[in-house]
Structures are given as structure tokens and as C-alpha cells.
């Protein structure tokens, strides 16, 4: 409507680009998500949430700004949102899962850099983002060369601020992070003018952690037969858990997990029972990337879980709330981002084991691994991953794909002759 346009006209999007950009979720939405037969009636929510995203979000950012708040754009689930919510401010995950502005983004990154890294760029250069548009400070962090390199060159177009995140985890490399938490909470407390104090951080904390229960609480309920909500809503569920209202998205999704309950209670699924069920493993899907989750569950199968960033690596574990004082809340938060098990990591063994743990809680039938074309990290891994599974007598599939549509009908042969193995 109106309004929206002239907000979008404020944070100086080119129009038309973005009115294409909005015409091809939407049909992208109502192929992949609305088509969707025996959808719970909490996935209203996600509907709504994703027709506004351009929409009543921005609005409530820019509401926000005019408070006074700050908005922190992140791409890494490094960053740490208790600190960014500790200092008043608003932490969004930005788009990075579309196809957008990519010969811009190739004249600031090398051709042969993951679609992940040229969205992003993409999506600032051609002017189409209202999140990164929002954004007062965006914060890097030193994961994967792709990443660590392109933020030299966004931060030429936007303010940032980039985290070291270690490669390893011996006791030097976690006292390298610790001070690195710290480092960001001066930069926060410089941007908003506000101090991090005990009470706010313990607050903040807790915010997070009721979001993470409920996802966890989520992941869990898929473990049941016949499977109660797609991979696709499951997917979308943690890809909203990234820029929407934290204790909204939170009420919202143990709404979500109720009607599941009372779903699985009368043993009902969204696919028949005796589906085959797989789990996804490898790169984070950012939002709108659900390419490959639509051909699997259009190829016969039903998604069971994600071991991903958009997924169980962000919420597997929580923040300790007890500590008392701010040093030994920064010792928590530092305890809990370092066992994320990213691929960036060497040796990066846990996550061989998270991912056999996960197949084997939720009964997957099978392990199909994501990579994005040009992604060392997660290529490497996938060999050790297929290695792995081999060993627990799980069925593996490795996949590598960018977000390009060319190679869909190829992926979906692919795709069919696995799932008809299992
Ligand atoms: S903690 S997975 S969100 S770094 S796909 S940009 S790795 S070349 S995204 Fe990640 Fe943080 Fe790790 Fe998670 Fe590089 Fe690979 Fe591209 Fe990637």
C-alpha cells in the first residue's frame, strides 16, 4: 500500500527492483508453502509474518528507530542477542537466501564465492533490503574466508562490526572470544549510549533462552510418527525466529507446538505414515532459500529436522542464567557460543556426533547434506559426514547446489532415487 511504499522510499530502495523482489516471493510462497495439504492452523502466523516482512516489520523497526532504538543486522548465529538485546538495541538476521543484484555483488566479491555471501551483498547493492536499510551497525564475524574477506569490502557500504571468532577450541582460543564478547558489548554500549548492565544482560538472557526452548521444543515434537509439521513450515519457523519480535515469535511457537501436541495425541501428521523421513545437514537455508527442502518433501519424503545454523546448531544449547555478576554472565555466554559446531572449526568432531544423535532421535530413515556451491567448510565436512554415517549404517545423500533453479529437475532425480532406497 501507500504507506508502505513511502516507507520503502524513505530507506531508499530502488522501487521497482523491489516491487519484482515482492512479486517473486509471493508466487514463490503460495508454490511452496500455501500449496501445502493438512497445514497447522498456528502456520497462519507464518503466513502473516512472512506477507508483512517488507511490511509491518520494517514499520516496527523504523517505529523502534524513532524510540531510539538501534537495529544490529547479523549473518552469523556468533553474534550474541543476549548482548545486542542487553543494550536496548534490536538484533535481525539478514537476508542472505536469494538469487539478488548478483553481477553488483560480483563486482565487490570474487565469481566463485557462495550465493550466501553474493546475496547479502547483492541485496545492499541493488538496493532491495529493507532490513539492511534499517540497520545502524551489522556485525561481522571472521567464520568462513568467504565471509571474513567480503565483510572488508560491505564495510565500504555499511557501518560494521566484525567479531573474531576462533578456529579452534583450546583455552587460548576461548579467551580469544571471551574478549571478543567484550569488544562487542563496548561497540553496542558506544552505539546506543546505553551501559550492559547485570540485570539487563540477565534479562536479555532470559529472552533468548525462552525463544531457544521453544524451538527446542519444536525440533523434539518432530520425532513423532507420522510427522506432525513439514520440514518446509519447520524450516520457516526458524528462519522467522531471526528478525521477528522475540517474545512474540516465542508465544506464538509454543501456540505452534500445543496444536502439534493435540495433533500428535491423535496420531495425524502432514504426510502418511511409513513416509520416508529425512534429515537435513550442512549450510544455513536464510531466508527465502527453500529450494531444496521443496524437492525433497515434493520428491515422496518428509523433513525431520535441520542440523543447521537455521536449525538445531542455533538452538541446541541455552545461556546459564545463574550466575550472578556481569564477568561470570560474559564466562556463560562465552561457555555457550563455544560449542557451536560450525564447519569453520578444526577438528570440528562434534558435530559428526550431533548429527548421528539428531538421525537417530528423530528416526530418520536418512541424512541428506546441503553444501553451497564454493563452501570449503561444509564440502570438506561433507566427506567426513558421508564417512560417518557410513559407519552408523545411516543412509547419505550430499548434495551441493547454489540458488539458482537451473539445476532443480537434475537435484530432483537425484533426490527420488535416494528417497526410493529407504
Ligand atoms: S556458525 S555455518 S552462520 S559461519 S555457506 S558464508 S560457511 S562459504 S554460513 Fe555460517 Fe556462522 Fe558457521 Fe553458522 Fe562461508 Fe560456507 Fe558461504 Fe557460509
Redesign the pocket.
Not at 549473518?75 to 556468533?78: A, E, K, L, N, Y
Not at 564454493?374 to 561444509?378: I, L, T, V
Given at each position: 500500500d501507500a504507506a508502505h511504499t513511502a516507507m520503502w522510499e524513505r530507506l531508499d530502495l530502488d522501487i521497482e527492483a523491489h516491487d519484482a523482489l515482492l512479486a517473486v516471493l509471493g508466487k514463490f510462497y503460495g508454490d511452496i508453502y500455501l500449496a501445502q495439504e493438512g497445514r497447522l492452523k498456528g502456520a497462519e502466523y507464518l503466513d502473516f509474518v512472512l506477507s508483512e516482512v517488507h511490511g509491518l516489520r520494517i514499520k516496527e523497526l523504523q517505529d523502534a528507530k524513532a524510540a531510539g532504538k538501534k537495529i544490529v543486522g547479523t549473518?552469523?548465529?556468533?553474534v550474541p542477542e543476549e548482548l545486542t538485546l542487553a543494550a536496548g538495541a534490536v538484533q535481525v538476521g539478514l537476508c542472505a537466501g536469494a538469487k539478488a543484484g548478483t553481477e553488483l555483488a560480483e563486482t565487490l566479491v570474487p565469481r566463485n564465492?557462495?550465493d550466501?555471501?553474493k546475496s547479502f551483498i547483492g541485496f545492499k547493492l541493488a538496493r532491495i533490503c529493507p532490513y539492511t536499510e534499517s540497520c545502524d551497525l551489522i556485525v561481522g564475524?571472521t567464520?568462513?574466508d568467504?565471509?571474513k574477506k567480503a565483510y572488508e569490502a560491505f564495510g565500504e557500504h555499511v557501518p560494521m562490526h566484525v567479531m573474531e571468532v576462533p578456529q579452534c577450541k583450546a583455552p587460548c582460543d576461548r579467551t580469544l572470544f571471551r574478549a571478543e564478547l567484550v569488544r562487542y558489548k563496548e561497540a553496542l554500549e558506544q552505539l546506543t549510549g546505553q551501559t550492559i548492565t547485570a540485570e539487563a544482560l540477565a534479562e536479555a538472557t532470559k529472552v533468548v533462552n525462552a525463544k531457544r526452548r521453544a524451538l527446542q521444543r519444536l525440533a523434539a515434537l518432530r520425532a513423532a510418527e507420522p510427522a506432525p509439521i513439514s520440514g518446509r513450515d519447520a524450516l520457516l519457523v526458524n528462519q522467522i525466529s531471526f528478525y521477528d519480535d522475540p517474545v512474540r515469535f516465542t508465544a506464538k511457537i509454543n501456540e505452534l507446538c500445543d496444536e502439534i501436541e493435540a495433533r500428535i495425541t491423535k496420531g495425524q501428521g502432514v504426510a502418511p505414515a511409513k513416509t520416508p523421513r529425512l534429515l537435513l545437514a550442512g549450510?544455513?537455508m536464510a531466508v527465502p532459500n527453500w529450494k531444496l527442502p521443496y524437492l525433497i518433501e515434493s520428491s515422496g519424503a518428509v523433513i525431520v529436522g535441520e542440523e543447521?545454523?537455521i536449525g538445531a546448531?542455533?538452538t541446541r544449547d541455552c545461556t546459564d542464567e545463574t550466575p550472578g555478576n556481569l564477568d561470570a554472565m560474559l564466562d556463560a555466554l562465552c561457555d555457550r557460543y563455544m560449542k557451536?559446531d560450525?564447519?569453520?572449526f578444526t577438528p570440528n568432531t562434534e558435530r559428526l556426533d550431533n548429527i548421528a544423535a539428531m538421525a537417530r532421535d528423530l528416526k530418520a530413515d536418512g541424512v541428506i547434506h546441503y553444501g553451497?556451491l564454493?563452501?570449503?567448510?561444509?564440502a570438506h565436512e561433507a566427506m567426513k559426514v558421508g564417512k560417518a554415517m557410513d559407519a552408523a549404517g545411516i543412509p547419505y545423500l550430499s548434495i551441493e547446489t547454489d540458488y539458482g533453479m537451473e539445476d532443480a529437475g537434475q537435484l530432483k532425480t537425484r533426490v527420488e532415487a535416494f528417497v526410493e532406497t529407504l
Open positions: 549473518f552469523c548465529v556468533f564465492t557462495c550466501l555471501i564475524e567464520t568462513c568467504g565471509k549450510c544455513p543447521s545454523c546448531r542455533n557451536i560450525c564447519a569453520c553451497l564454493f563452501c570449503q567448510p561444509y
